[in-house]
């Protein structure tokens, strides 16, 4: 899913991601695990643009003009997340990602 620190710090706190925390004794801050079935589901949902161009082999600019001309949004605010991230189900709207992008 290529997610940055920031946005799995916004996604997990907005709930948009389930994570559970563990302490190890030895870790002196915590560690943050997200279950395969969460992964699955919210990769299913939403791509990054990094994502997004490694599965369509168009670059991130590029993605970000064809999103913007479909009037695709960003699912969260990038202030926040440090990133893009859009929903799947928006690309419809855009033909020539959605037929690259592999959980259509």
């Known amino acids: 899913t290529l997610v940055k ?4 710090a916004y996604l997990r706190k907005s709930g ?13 801050c915590p560690t943050w695990t997200v279950s395969e079935d969460e992964y699955r ?6 791509v990054t643009y990094a994502l997004l161009s490694k599965e369509t082999g168009v670059g991130v ?12 949004d960003p699912a969260f605010p ?14 419809v709207r855009c033909p020539e990602l959605a037929a690259g992008s592999s959980a259509l």
């Open 41 to 46: 589901r919210f990769d299913n949902c939403y």
């Open 5 to 8: 620190p920031e946005a799995f």
């Open 78 to 91: 990038s202030k926040d997340t440090m990133q893009f991230i859009v929903r799947r189900a928006d690309l």
């Open 16 to 28: 948009a991601l389930v994570a559970e925390q563990s302490r190890s004794r030895s870790a002196r």
């Open 61 to 72: 600019k590029g993605i970000g003009v064809r999103l913007r001309e479909a009037g695709i």
